[in-house]
């Protein structure tokens, strides 16, 4: 009796201090439900939740090579766009609104490429879990090995992990029977990091690197169990989950990989290419369009970088400044420690710089370090890894020391803008800490013209910043953009208009000064991610265009700051939204 009395009052009590569902506004009804995705979201994607320092879910991994899986996902996708549905847009908050949009365009899209058979190619020369694994097992990454739960945690997940290589091989198979192929140059360069992973001793693995590196916080019992575990599982199921993996893609699918390079020659591959290309640039530009704006930037910037040559007095023509540039030991360092204390030196430089541009910039840090040696040889020059949400783990602004032939001294200040401050940096970590954003545009999209053009627009902003000074180091950021506008030709080449791998490459050497270890690799990434590319330069092209128009329209009213903030606060946003964005902070502002 007394029990039931007590939940009565409970009751009321919950009613008096929470409004019903019936005085709810659409908004609250909507981010409840937005609120209640974002959890699903992280059990289904329970890495994802650990790259974000919440640690709920560190020793759950989802085996995504099952047929259930994917028969699974659709039927999420089909739930949750029934429930978005479900909700009155006209009745949203403005912001609101734009949510709403955003996840439409999201699901349907996803929705759209569940008929294209992505999970028949897990793995490339540029990632896919085995790779992906070994760095979460380094105890480098973002999987926490700072206690006793953190280590018990990863044994699960890794354990778990062995299925799903085994799926993968499964999948493979079931490609090799459907024809959709990773072609055999690519192939060729996966081979020797699978070998690097599929050692025998555990002791000799990457996986073994926290073992070797204890945290005082674990206790010497544990640390005994842990390891005792820990040889057991690489001993008697990862390492040889590997080894399977490895003799499969050596001895079974390499000789049968393709031997075309065009996402069109796969089966239904032109509406794939398409697909991609929408998803990559979130415009309607055709390829052809998009091949054609990318010849004019290239022309473009090989005048400007004439003017360079001229400005330093180089005799000889722009072939022979590219081959001076590529030669001349001068312009690369020969230790890859000194490449990174030269990075560390412009973290700081720039840091002091940026609040001549900007009012607004994350809170948490970042760290240079250098890509792993296991995937050093195929991975990109530079990347960005954003810090945890919890301020655990600062972003972490990778570089690549494989071919330091590949790292121009003159490339450091815009690679620097790109990857770090203020460009992934500020535009992923400030959305991750904007509390007034829907966890959904805070984490879990990416809109590629929009985080990659946003990147390369701020390249852009180092002659304001007062970096740029030196001609050489102008031309490095000459050298990226060519880099960018490269791309829409060559992506649009190889999967479009039916190039070669080869007259790829020789595209890209022709016209910049790039080391030709890092144009093929930079060809081979297209070639197994077509459209991604794309992006970049669609979305930077279109901040720029974005900008003039506000500068033309409040005149002596424009001010940078505000527009970079307007651009930084919207999350993750497809183009069209973010002109709509800037467009009423223009009407806002005069």
Same mark, same amino acid.
């Not at 009751?11 to 506004?25: C, D, E, G, N, V």
């Not at 926490?144 to 990863?154: G, H």
């Not at 030709?516 to 060809?523: F, K, P, R």
């Given at each position: 009796?007394?029990? #039931?009395?007590?939940?009565?009052?409970?009751? =009321? $009590?919950?009613?008096?201090? !929470? /409004?019903?569902?019936? @005085? &709810?506004?659409?908004?609250?009804?909507?981010?409840?439900?937005?609120?209640?995705?974002?959890?699903?979201?992280?059990?289904?994607?329970?890495?994802?939740?650990?790259?974000?320092?919440?640690?709920?879910?560190?020793?759950?991994?989802?085996?995504?090579?099952?047929?259930?899986?994917?028969?699974?996902?659709?039927?999420?996708?089909?739930?949750?766009?029934?429930?978005?549905?479900?909700?009155?847009?006209?009745?949203?908050?403005?912001?609101?609104?734009?949510?709403?949009?955003?996840?439409?365009?999201?699901?349907?899209?996803?929705?759209?490429?569940? #008929?294209?058979?992505?999970?028949?190619?897990? =793995? $490339?020369?540029?990632?896919? !879990? /085995?790779?992906?694994? @070994? &760095?979460?097992?380094?105890?480098?990454?973002?999987?926490?090995?700072?206690?006793?739960?953190?280590?018990?945690?990863?044994?699960?997940?890794?354990?778990?992990?062995?299925?799903?290589?085994?799926?993968?091989?499964?999948?493979?198979?079931?490609?090799?029977?459907?024809?959709?192929?990773?072609?055999?140059?690519?192939?060729?360069?996966?081979?020797?990091?699978?070998?690097?992973?599929?050692?025998?001793?555990?002791?000799?693995?990457?996986?073994?690197?926290?073992?070797?590196?204890?945290?005082?916080?674990?206790?010497?019992?544990?640390?005994?169990?842990?390891?005792?575990?820990?040889?057991?599982?690489?001993?008697?199921?990862?390492?040889?989950?590997?080894?399977?993996?490895?003799?499969?893609?050596?001895?079974?699918?390499?000789?049968?990989?393709?031997?075309?390079?065009?996402?069109?020659?796969?089966?239904?591959?032109?509406?794939?290419?398409?697909?991609?290309?929408?998803?990559?640039?979130?415009?309607?530009?055709?390829?052809?369009?998009?091949?054609?704006?990318?010849?004019?930037?290239?022309?473009?910037?090989?005048?400007?970088?004439?003017?360079?040559?001229?400005?330093?007095?180089?005799?000889?023509?722009?072939?022979?400044?590219?081959?001076?540039?590529?030669?001349?030991?001068?312009?690369?360092?020969?230790?890859?420690?000194?490449?990174?204390?030269?990075?560390?030196?412009?973290?700081?430089?720039?840091?002091?710089?940026?609040?001549?541009?900007?009012?607004?910039?994350?809170?948490?840090?970042?760290?240079?370090?250098?890509?792993?040696?296991?995937?050093?040889?195929?991975?990109?020059?530079?990347?960005?890894?954003?810090?945890?949400?919890?301020?655990?783990?600062?972003?972490?602004?990778?570089?690549?020391?494989?071919?330091?032939?590949?790292?121009?001294?003159?490339?450091?200040?815009?690679?620097?803008?790109?990857?770090?401050?203020?460009?992934?940096?500020?535009?992923?970590?400030?959305?991750?800490?904007?509390?007034?954003?829907?966890?959904?545009?805070?984490?879990?999209?990416?809109?590629?013209?929009?985080?990659?053009?946003?990147?390369?627009?701020?390249?852009?902003?180092?002659?304001?910043?007062?970096?740029?000074?030196?001609?050489?180091?102008?031309?490095?950021?000459?050298?990226?953009?060519?880099?960018?506008?490269?791309?829409?030709?060559?992506?649009?080449?190889?999967?479009?208009?039916?190039?070669?791998?080869?007259?790829?490459?020789?595209?890209?050497?022709?016209?910049?000064?790039?080391?030709?270890?890092?144009?093929?690799?930079?060809?081979?990434?297209?070639?197994?991610?077509?459209?991604?590319?794309?992006?970049?330069?669609?979305?930077?092209?279109?901040?720029?265009?974005?900008?003039?128009?506000?500068?033309?329209?409040?005149?002596?009213?424009?001010?940078?700051?505000?527009?970079?903030?307007?651009?930084?606060?919207?999350?993750?946003?497809?183009?069209?939204?973010?002109?709509?964005?800037?467009?009423?902070?223009?009407?806002?502002?005069?």
């Amino acid at each position: 009796m007394r029990r #039931r009395h007590a939940l009565s009052l409970l009751a =009321i $009590s919950l009613s008096l201090s !929470l /409004p019903s569902l019936a @005085a &709810q506004t659409e908004s609250q009804r909507f981010h409840q439900w937005l609120d209640a995705q974002w959890e699903l979201t992280l059990q289904r994607q329970p890495v994802l939740a650990t790259s974000l320092g919440d640690p709920r879910y560190n020793d759950r991994l989802i085996d995504t090579t099952t047929a259930a899986y994917r028969a699974q996902a659709t039927r999420e996708l089909q739930a949750q766009l029934k429930g978005l549905a479900g909700f009155d847009r006209a009745k949203l908050a403005p912001k609101d609104r734009i949510s709403y949009a955003i996840l439409k365009l999201d699901l349907e899209q996803s929705l759209a490429g569940q #008929r294209f058979p992505e999970w028949m190619q897990p =793995i $490339s020369q540029i990632g896919g !879990l /085995p790779n992906f694994l @070994a &760095q979460l097992g380094t105890g480098q990454s973002i999987q926490p090995f700072k206690t006793t739960k953190d280590y018990d945690d990863w044994l699960k997940r890794l354990a778990l992990a062995v299925p799903v290589l085994d799926g993968s091989i499964a999948n493979m198979r079931d490609g090799l029977k459907a024809g959709v192929v990773q072609p055999r140059a690519v192939m060729d360069k996966v081979l020797p990091q699978l070998s690097a992973l599929a050692v025998t001793d555990p002791e000799k693995s990457l996986f073994w690197g926290p073992i070797k590196n204890f945290p005082e916080a674990v206790p010497a019992a544990d640390r005994e169990r842990i390891t005792a575990d820990m040889r057991k599982l690489l001993a008697t199921q990862v390492l040889p989950a590997y080894a399977r993996l490895l003799a499969f893609v050596r001895d079974e699918y390499t000789p049968k990989a393709r031997t075309s390079t065009a996402w069109s020659a796969l089966p239904d591959g032109k509406a794939w290419y398409a697909h991609r290309v929408r998803q990559s640039t979130t415009v309607t530009l055709t390829p052809d369009e998009i091949h054609d704006i990318g010849l004019k930037e290239v022309a473009r910037i090989l005048g400007e970088m004439e003017g360079v040559r001229k400005q330093v007095g180089f005799q000889g023509d722009l072939k022979a400044f590219f081959k001076h540039l590529q030669d001349d030991p001068k312009y690369y360092y020969s230790k890859p420690e000194d490449l990174l204390a030269g990075y560390r030196d412009l973290q700081n430089k720039i840091n002091a710089l940026t609040p001549k541009l900007f009012d607004i910039q994350p809170k948490a840090d970042y760290e240079v370090r250098e890509v792993e040696a296991f995937r050093a040889e195929s991975a990109a020059g530079a990347s960005y890894q954003s810090p945890s949400t919890d301020g655990s783990r600062p972003g972490v602004f990778y570089v690549n020391t494989f071919n330091l032939k590949a790292q121009p001294i003159f490339g450091m200040e815009t690679l620097s803008l790109h990857e770090a401050s203020p460009g992934h940096h500020f535009q992923v970590t400030i959305a991750q800490e904007d509390q007034d954003l829907p966890k959904f545009r805070r984490y879990g999209s990416s809109y590629v013209a929009y985080v990659e053009g946003w990147a390369l627009y701020a390249e852009s902003l180092g002659k304001e910043l007062g970096l740029f000074t030196d001609p050489y180091q102008w031309y490095g950021r000459l050298s990226d953009e060519q880099l960018r506008a490269m791309r829409l030709v060559v992506d649009t080449g190889l999967h479009h208009k039916g190039w070669t791998r080869d007259q790829a490459i020789k595209y890209m050497l022709d016209n910049s000064s790039m080391a030709e270890s890092d144009v093929v690799s930079e060809v081979e990434r297209y070639i197994v991610w077509p459209g991604q590319a794309l992006g970049y330069k669609i979305g930077q092209l279109e901040m720029t265009k974005l900008r003039a128009e506000a500068e033309k329209a409040l005149g002596a009213k424009f001010d940078i700051k505000g527009f970079h903030r307007v651009v930084l606060t919207a999350g993750q946003v497809p183009l069209p939204v973010l002109r709509e964005l800037v467009m009423e902070w223009v009407k806002s502002a005069r």
